[in-house]
């Protein structure tokens, strides 16, 4: 159980364009997803909060018209970086959380995409 | 906010040593505390968490201790094997705004040579 998808597993895209991300919580609701930036060797930097049926909520410093979130069921999530920039290339990974076993805390991750804007 | 600090951030052990990752937390209101383990390029996958009511936990062969009046918690491995060598991530939760959420350590690599 607590299986999470994303796709696309990696994607190239060039500069000016938009592309979008989805994450999909297989086997349970997931009333929240949550939404990461890796950069190599680096930690997990979170970069937005999803609730199902609302907007996300943003950390600190990430630009909310380039990174749009949007959660429209349980099941899913999507990331869009519009305009993407090289500098926006990284590996974004989503994670779900949802109620299992009484609780509400463990984040499940999804497989990560790795973005590349040439 | 909350702050995670982990140490060290390279370990490298003997298969058959155990392995200690140390964590640090600065808010006192955080009350789950995970430990993901990802492997190059791949997912991080939760491995043991434990809750501020408890003082450990353990899963066979890993187990966490939490110390809340330091606001420190740790990761054990015992007798450890060649593909337990990943990066280990420890966090803290933190309630913001409203809104449940983790924190994370940078990551401390873990090699496990034969």
């Known amino acids: 159980g607590a299986v999470v998808s994303q796709h696309p597993s990696w994607v190239i895209c060039k500069s000016g364009t938009s592309v979008k991300i989805e994450c999909r919580s297989l086997?349970?609701?997931?009333?929240?997803m949550f939404w990461y930036r890796q950069f190599p060797k680096q930690s997990l930097m979170l970069m937005a909060t999803s609730n199902e049926g609302s907007k996300a909520t943003y950390e600190q410093g990430v630009e909310k018209d380039k990174f749009l979130i949007n959660h429209a069921s349980l099941t899913l999530s999507t990331l869009t970086v519009t305009s993407a920039h090289p500098e926006d290339s990284s590996f974004y990974i989503c994670s779900a959380r949802g109620p299992r076993g009484g609780t509400s805390y463990e984040q499940y991750f999804g497989p990560g995409t790795r973005l590349t804007v040439t | 906010g909350e702050n995670v600090e982990q140490h060290p951030s390279t370990l490298s052990v003997q298969e058959g040593d155990s392995a200690v990752i140390k964590c640090t937390y600065s808010?006192?209101?955080?009350?789950?505390f995970p430990w993901y383990k990802q492997e190059l390029g791949k997912r991080p996958q939760l491995i043991i968490d434990?809750?501020?009511?408890?003082g450990e936990k353990k899963d066979q062969r890993i187990a966490v201790t939490l110390n809340k009046t330091a606001k420190h918690f740790s990761l054990h491995i015992t007798e450890t094997q060649p593909e337990d060598s990943a990066v280990y991530f420890c966090a803290a939760s933190l309630i913001q705004g409203g809104s449940e959420k983790l924190v994370f350590g940078k990551g401390t690599k873990l090699t496990v040579n034969p």
């Open positions: 808010d006192s209101a955080s009350n789950y």
């Open positions: 434990i809750r501020s009511n408890v």
């Open positions: 086997d349970f609701q997931a009333t929240t």
